[in-house]
């Protein structure tokens, strides 16, 4: 998975995605680009494969600044690998018309805007765990970012705000 950074009318913006409705899996969910590993592939190649493939992103533009590690999908147990990368230029992109609904450059400062962002407690009591959300503002409108893609957010927010 790669969460691409690109600059916008000066602004440092996220690229997400909104997955296309009729996916059997996560149907109109805000994701970053990435998917699946292919045999054999490296997390990092596919995170550029598939950004490649969802929206057009050429792997040379891409500086990759970091990565979170390992981090489990809770509902289904899954393992991703989210990298971070700057992208070079302006480019347009274009997203594949199966998996991806919209494309969305979000800047970094209205993600972290009062009133867009919170936590929420889910799960029995003493088992339970932050579940962020992201709504409400600006290029969001109407959708709602939340599980993992909102923990990754939040994650590179602390981290940028930190200056990390």
Request: aromatic share 8%; with cysteine; hydrophobic share 50%.
């Amino acid at each position: 998975m790669l969460a691409p950074i690109v600059e916008r009318d000066g602004e440092a913006c996220l690229v997400f995605i909104r997955r296309s409705g009729e996916l059997a899996r996560d149907a109109g969910h805000i994701a970053f680009p990435g998917g699946h590993l292919e045999a054999g592939e490296a997390p990092l190649a596919a995170a550029l494969r598939e950004s490649r493939e969802e929206i057009g992103l050429d792997p040379g533009l891409v500086e990759i600044v970091g990565s979170f590690g390992v981090l489990e999908r809770r509902e289904r147990g899954e393992k991703v690998v989210p990298f971070v990368g700057l992208v070079t230029g302006q480019p347009s992109f274009v997203g594949d018309g199966h998996e991806v609904a919209a494309i969305l450059d979000v800047p970094l400062a209205s993600l972290a805007a009062d009133a867009v962002c919170w936590q929420e407690r889910w799960g029995p009591v003493g088992a339970d765990a932050g579940v962020c959300f992201f709504a409400g503002r600006g290029e969001l409108a109407e959708d709602l970012i939340w599980g993992l893609t909102a923990r990754i957010v939040w994650e590179l927010l602390a981290a940028v705000f930190a200056g990390t």
